[in-house]
Nanobody, 111 residues
Framework: QVRLVESGGGLVQAGGSLEVTCAAS????????MGWYRRAPGKQREFVAT???????NYADSVKGRFTISRDNAKNTVSLHMTSLKPEDTAVYYC?????WGLGIQVTVAA
């Protein structure tokens, strides 16, 4: 069983930056992929970014060049650094590891 706790987030003006971090605990496999997803108001949850244990990353086209995913394998944390934020980035951001999900954390971008 994996437990995930997201932190960070909050309210930021358009064009600003924000970082969210997820701390994972429990039985986590060394080769596991860690990821971030988001659900905007009235929309389905969508993929944002993933990162492998060796640091290979994958991003949604909508965030490519603006968001950076990183992880600390020793601490079992994964972070998402978001820059040039847009109002359409407003969503609840969720961490995903080995099929387990965090409760999510709100990111609001004001126009």
């Amino acid at each position: 069983q994996v437990r995930l706790v997201e932190s960070g987030g909050g309210l930021v003006q358009a064009g600003g930056s924000l970082e969210v971090t997820c701390a994972a605990s429990g039985r986590i496999f060394s080769q596991t992929i860690m990821g971030w997803y988001r659900r905007a108001p009235g929309k389905q949850r969508e993929f944002v970014a993933t990162i492998t244990s060796s640091g290979d990353t994958n991003y949604a086209d909508s965030v490519k060049g603006r968001f950076t995913i990183s992880r600390d394998n020793a601490k079992n944390t994964v972070s998402l650094h978001m820059t040039s934020l847009k109002p359409e980035d407003t969503a609840v951001y969720y961490c995903e590891v080995q099929g387990s999900w965090g409760l999510g954390i709100q990111v609001t971008v004001a126009a």
